[in-house]
């Protein structure tokens, strides 16, 4: 079992900049990929990026260029750093890992972007 806790959420003007953080706990050193989806409201759940172990990184066309995600393994953490921000980013964003045979999601934290 995994366990995951996000953190960083906030309100941004449009153009600014955000970092999100999620810290894995539990059964650590079964995760292979980590990553981020978000939901805005009234809309499906989407990727926006994941991480293999290996580093490598995977972007929603939306936020090439915008969003960089990375990975701390010494300390189980993945981290989205999100700049150029538009008021379409505002969603709940979710951080998730991929175990073998298994999944694990963070309860979310509210990013808002002010235009």
């Known amino acids: 079992q995994v366990q995951l806790v996000e953190s960083g959420g906030g309100l941004v003007q449009a153009g600014g900049s955000l970092r999100l953080s999620c810290a894995a706990s539990g059964s650590i050193f079964s995760i292979d990929v980590m990553g981020w989806h978000r939901q805005a409201p009234g809309k499906q759940r989407e990727l926006v990026a994941y991480i293999t172990n290996g580093g490598r990184a995977i972007y929603a066309d939306s936020v090439k260029g915008r969003f960089t995600i990375s990975r701390d393994n010494a300390n189980y953490t993945v981290y989205l750093q999100m700049n150029s921000l538009k008021a379409e980013d505002t969603a709940v964003y979710y951080c998730?890992?991929?175990?073998?045979?298994?999944?694990?999601w963070g309860p979310g934290t509210q990013v808002t972007v002010s235009s």
């Open positions: 998730y890992a991929i175990m073998t045979g298994s999944n694990s």
